[in-house]
């Protein structure tokens, strides 16, 4: 039976710096098959297609590992089994139809620091309403969303290793076609001194 775990103080931040603001303010809402709820060591075992909302921040996984510090702190393991990806999607300040999305085997988000770990397979991708602005793909990605500071590394491990494969970073044209179209063409080079 499908069961409904709201919590009014949970407070799992944004993935990205400029991720919707009002999302922090918002109560956050977990669906999932099962659950082991500990009060004293506060941690909350969910599995079974669990999915978080909290405003347009949307987690899902198979397993989520939710865990709250003395001072209200908290942090949030998305685990998942073979053949799928622990996901987030979560709509960005700055324009009307601003995303970000990631999937990985395993996500790690610690609200205390503001850093998203995503291991095994990850994907970090920027959206403007459907189209692609970036992506950088790896093995393990870390995102400090204080800084803006993105780390990808070819091993799970957080380390670049030799040998074992290269990550893949995607930038869209910040231009599009009409606009390029209508730029001035450049002006010509100047011919060396003394040619005619």
């Known amino acids: 039976m499908k069961k409904i775990f709201a919590a009014a103080v949970l407070s799992l931040l944004a993935f990205h710096a400029s991720a919707e603001k009002a999302d922090s303010l918002k109560q956050a809402v977990i669906d999932f098959d099962s659950a082991d709820v500990d009060e004293v060591t506060q941690t909350r075992i969910l599995t079974g297609n669990v999915i978080l ?38 709509k960005k300040d700055g324009g009307p139809d601003l995303w970000v999305e990631g999937q990985a085997q395993r996500i790690e988000y610690d609200e ?15 959206l403007e309403g459907t189209r692609l602005s970036n992506q950088v793909d790896g093995e393990f990605i870390s995102y400090d969303s204080r800084k803006e500071v993105a780390l990808v590394r070819n091993d799970v491990s ?20 009409a606009a390029a179209a209508a730029a001035p063409a450049p002006a010509p080079a100047p011919a060396p001194a003394g040619k005619k």
């Not at 205390?112 to 920027?126: D, G, I, W």
């Not at 030799?162 to 599009?176: C, N, S």
Request: charged content about 25%; proline content about 3%; aromatic content about 4%.
């Open 112 to 126: 205390r620091t503001e850093m998203a770990k995503l291991f095994n397979n990850a994907t970090v991708k920027n």
């Open 158 to 177: 957080g380390e670049s290793r030799v040998g074992k494969g290269r990550g893949t970073l995607i930038l869209a044209p910040r231009k599009t076609a």
């Open 53 to 90: 909302t909290r405003g347009t921040l949307i987690m899902k996984s198979e397993k989520a590992v939710l865990q709250a510090s003395a001072d209200g702190y908290m942090s949030v393991t998305l685990t998942t089994v073979p053949g799928k990806m622990a996901t987030f999607r979560q």
